[in-house]
Nanobody, 115 residues
Framework: QVQLVESGGGLVQAGGSLRLSCAAS????????MGWYRQAPGKQRELVAT???????NYASSVKGRFTISRGNAKNTVYLQTNSLNPEDTAVYYC?????????WGQGTQVTVSS
């Protein structure tokens, strides 16, 4: 089993920043990719950013230049630095891990941006 624990969400004013964290534990022998997705009310879950085991990154166009994904030194933790937040970024943010073809999800952390 794989467990993902997210933290760092909260309420912030437009223009502010938050740093989301996700720690993976359990059977994480080989993590192929880690990432963040988000789901706003009434909308489908969408990709925010991903990072591979080789540290290649990919971003949604809506967050490029404002968000930065990175991994911790132990490689079992992924971070999402979110800057210049706007109300459209309000959503539940989910951590996602791909291990040997299987996908695992965290429980989600709420990010609310007030105008």
């Amino acid at each position: 089993q794989v467990q993902l624990v997210e933290s760092g969400g909260g309420l912030v004013q437009a223009g502010g920043s938050l740093r989301l964290s996700c720690a993976a534990s359990g059977n994480i022998f080989m993590i192929n990719k880690m990432g963040w997705y988000r789901q706003a009310p009434g909308k489908q879950r969408e990709l925010v950013a991903t990072i591979t085991s080789g540290d290649s990154t990919n971003y949604a166009s809506s967050v490029k230049g404002r968000f930065t994904i990175s991994r911790g030194n132990a490689k079992n933790t992924v971070y999402l630095q979110t800057n210049s937040l706007n109300p459209e970024d309000t959503a539940v943010y989910y951590c996602n891990v791909l291990i040997l073809g299987r996908t695992y999800w965290g429980q989600g952390t709420q990010v609310t941006v007030s105008s």
